[in-house]
């Protein structure tokens, strides 16, 4: 499931069967059962996208930390006329759980719901970590996060694209992504994410 709901397109039985290091039929199975339950769904190529019913799970998934981030995502996305997201710690792994684009932008970079990556990777991450107590052996910049309130990377998820994000508390984190190399006012995007932070968590 994983395979199909991150993937940037359209994914075939056969490549699903070779990134699971599974027998093609096994997969095929397994992409029926998902398909019957609206999880996943076909192009008219025949090849597998998420489903539509993934909608209505992900409504569920931090309902509160969503409700009280959406409009702030919004006001973030616009104001700084960048890609805003949410983040949340599932287990090793950062989990974007929300994103809102801005309006009025002719082109921007999108930053898809369900897309993960390594915790300890990443401005959203780091953030997240920033959020907790800290811990012997992590990385330099969670202790400089923790520090400082804020986090900073660059092509360690995605290459070509810089981050920065704020922890909200130990709930989650709020994020906005660049192009890496575009001239941007730090100072005034951290203000603003502080500032969101802040206002997520007492809408909670």
Same mark, same amino acid.
């Given at each position: 499931?994983?395979?199909?709901?991150?993937?940037?397109?359209? /994914?075939?039985?056969?490549?699903?069967?070779?990134?699971?290091?599974?027998h093609?039929?096994?997969?095929?199975?397994?992409?029926?059962?998902?398909?019957?339950?609206?999880?996943?769904?076909? *192009?008219?190529?025949?090849?597998?996208l998420?489903?539509?019913?993934?909608?209505?799970?992900?409504? &569920?998934?931090r309902? &509160?930390?969503?409700?009280?981030?959406?409009?702030v995502?919004?006001?973030?996305?616009?104001?700084?006329?960048?890609? &805003?997201?949410? /983040?949340?710690?599932?287990g090793?792994?950062?989990?974007?759980?929300?994103?809102?684009?801005?309006?009025?932008l002719d082109?921007?970079?999108a930053y898809? =719901?369900?897309?993960?990556?390594?915790? *300890?990777r !990443?401005? =959203?991450?780091?953030?997240?970590?920033?959020?907790?107590?800290?811990?012997?052996?992590?990385?330099?910049?969670?202790?400089?996060?923790?520090?400082?309130?804020w986090?900073?990377?660059?092509?360690?998820?995605?290459? !070509?694209?810089a981050?920065?994000?704020?922890?909200?508390?130990?709930q !989650?984190?709020?994020?906005?992504?660049?192009?890496?190399?575009? =001239? /941007? *006012?730090?100072?005034?995007?951290? *203000?603003?994410?502080?500032?969101?932070?802040?206002k997520? &968590?007492?809408?909670?």
């Amino acid at each position: 499931m994983d395979f199909v709901a991150t993937s940037d397109r359209a /994914v075939s039985v056969d490549a699903t069967a070779e990134a699971l290091g599974l027998h093609r039929s096994i997969v095929y199975r397994l992409l029926r059962t998902l398909e019957h339950r609206h999880l996943v769904e076909r *192009d008219a190529e025949g090849d597998f996208l998420p489903g539509t019913y993934l909608a209505v799970l992900s409504r &569920s998934v931090r309902r &509160s930390l969503r409700a009280a981030a959406a409009p702030v995502l919004a006001g973030v996305a616009e104001e700084l006329q960048m890609t &805003s997201f949410l /983040v949340v710690a599932d287990g090793d792994e950062a989990v974007t759980v929300d994103s809102v684009e801005p309006t009025s932008l002719d082109a921007h970079v999108a930053y898809r =719901p369900g897309t993960r990556h390594p915790i *300890d990777r !990443g401005a =959203p991450g780091i953030a997240l970590l920033a959020g907790r107590p800290a811990v012997a052996g992590e990385r330099p910049e969670v202790a400089r996060a923790r520090d400082a309130g804020w986090a900073q990377s660059r092509a360690e998820v995605i290459p !070509g694209l810089a981050a920065i994000a704020v922890p909200i508390g130990d709930q !989650g984190a709020i994020a906005v992504l660049w192009l890496a190399g575009t =001239p /941007v *006012d730090r100072t005034a995007i951290v *203000d603003r994410l502080k500032s969101a932070a802040a206002k997520i &968590s007492l809408r909670q």
